[in-house]
């Protein structure tokens, strides 16, 4: 496809026919695009086979908060164990509809919860988006 559109271009706007230096471009042109998409295809073979440790996600126990639990107020508690439940990753927006506290509330919950470093806040859009840190 990209060659039959290269040589339409070329086609129709050089008007010297084969001696104009365009029609010496398509060649070169069409190998670097074919070198490209390979290129392409084999940084993903690569990333998907070197990096795919990198995506698993990791086992959460609720047995490996107990200790830093113990040190949470009532409120925090619920908020970790939901976190916890969402397997250490959930959106702000998405926190405070499952406990069914108040937008202010949660953001309180988590300024103390990562002042603690328990958790991290990462922006996404007009959300945050909160990852289990230990």
């Given at each position: 496809m990209f060659n039959n559109a290269l040589n339409n271009i070329v086609s129709e706007t050089c008007t010297h026919g084969y001696t104009?230096?365009?029609y010496n471009t398509i060649e070169f042109n069409t190998y670097l695009s074919i070198a490209i998409v390979v290129a392409i295809i084999l940084?993903?073979?690569a990333?998907?086979?070197f990096f795919k440790d990198n995506f698993k996600t990791?086992?959460?126990n609720k047995d490996d908060y107990k200790d830093i639990e113990r040190e949470l107020?009532?409120?925090e508690k619920i908020v970790l164990d939901k976190i916890i439940t969402e397997k250490g990753n959930i959106f702000q927006s998405d926190l405070v509809e499952k406990t069914g506290f108040m937008k202010a509330k949660v953001t309180r919950i988590l300024d103390r919860l990562e002042a603690k470093d328990i958790i991290e806040?990462?922006?996404?859009?007009?959300?945050?988006f909160i990852v289990l840190k230990k």
């Amino acid at each position: 496809m990209f060659n039959n559109a290269l040589n339409n271009i070329v086609s129709e706007t050089c008007t010297h026919g084969y001696t104009c230096p365009m029609y010496n471009t398509i060649e070169f042109n069409t190998y670097l695009s074919i070198a490209i998409v390979v290129a392409i295809i084999l940084a993903g073979i690569a990333f998907i086979f070197f990096f795919k440790d990198n995506f698993k996600t990791k086992e959460i126990n609720k047995d490996d908060y107990k200790d830093i639990e113990r040190e949470l107020k009532a409120f925090e508690k619920i908020v970790l164990d939901k976190i916890i439940t969402e397997k250490g990753n959930i959106f702000q927006s998405d926190l405070v509809e499952k406990t069914g506290f108040m937008k202010a509330k949660v953001t309180r919950i988590l300024d103390r919860l990562e002042a603690k470093d328990i958790i991290e806040r990462k922006r996404r859009g007009m959300t945050n988006f909160i990852v289990l840190k230990k």
